[in-house]
């Protein structure tokens, strides 16, 4: 069960770097143009750390993963904000699907922040077995 939770997590957040169409276009609006490459790097890095994050967590380093997922998370953060900075607001007020592109990364967010927590609590822990025994 403890290596099994941040795969499944770890596939979510995938899930939602690929389905962000900051991905794959420059920006929101309904004009789509493709991504220039380093917005579209901070993709693939990201995918592939947590990537990194699954094989420390299938290993059962789960340490690894907790301050790999650490900085991850700091990583995505700063990242959208980037793009944040450079787009303003309409990011999330203009183009396709742009409020459920907000609440996508409350969501995927609220999921990292989950896992970290999950991965700082200690196998034998009494809070990981209510956790986990629910």
Known sequence: ?????????????????????YTYARDGSDYVRTAPVWQL??????????????AFSIRGKSRGA???????????VAGNAVLYMRDGAERFSHGFGAQSNLAEHAIVLTLRL??????STK??????????SA
């Open 41 to 54: 790097s901070f993709a693939i890095l990201d995918i592939g750390v947590l990537l990194a994050i699954v």
């Open 66 to 76: 907790f301050w790999l997922l650490v900085v991850e998370s700091a990583y995505y």
């Open 123 to 132: 196998p034998g822990s009494r809070f990981l077995g209510r956790l986990t």
């Open 1 to 21: 069960m403890r290596r099994f939770v941040p795969v499944v997590v770890a596939a979510i957040l995938l899930a939602g770097i690929l389905s962000d169409p």
């Open 114 to 119: 989950g896992l970290i927590l999950y991965l």
